[in-house]
């Protein structure tokens, strides 16, 4: 069993920052990509920022520039600092992690959701 837990959404004013967390726990023997993903409300999800194991970044056109993605692999956790925040950036805020179990078995997980809101 694999477990996200996310944390650091909340309201905030445009231009503003905020930085979220998400920490993978349970049965792991390794993780390999994480990153988030986003959903608004009447949207489909859309993926933010993916890192891999290895340090690889990619980042939606949208939050480029923006939003860095970063990870602490000893802890296995995974941020996304986001800054200039926009109105357009309001959504539900997904954790992602693709694991290798203690039994070897390699899945994607994802966490509960976390919420972002943006005022103008």
């Known amino acids: 069993q694999v477990q996200l837990v996310e944390s650091g959404g909340g309201l905030v004013q445009a231009g503003g920052s905020l930085r979220l967390s998400c920490a993978a726990s349970?049965?792991?023997?390794?993780?390999?990509?994480m990153g988030w993903y986003r959903q608004a409300p009447g949207k489909q999800r859309e993926s933010v920022a993916i890192?891999?194991?290895?340090?690889?970044?990619n980042y939606a056109d949208s939050v480029k520039g923006r939003f860095t993605i970063s990870r602490d692999n000893a802890k296995n956790t995974v941020y996304l600092q986001m800054n200039s925040l926009e109105p357009e950036d309001t959504a539900v805020y997904h954790c992602?992690?693709?694991?290798?179990?203690?039994?070897?078995?390699?899945?994607?997980?994802w966490g509960q959701g976390i919420q972002v809101t943006v005022s103008s």
């Open positions: 992602y992690a693709n694991v290798r179990t203690l039994l070897f078995r390699t899945g994607d997980y």
């Open positions: 890192t891999t194991s290895g340090g690889s970044t």
């Open positions: 349970g049965s792991i023997f390794s993780v390999n990509a």
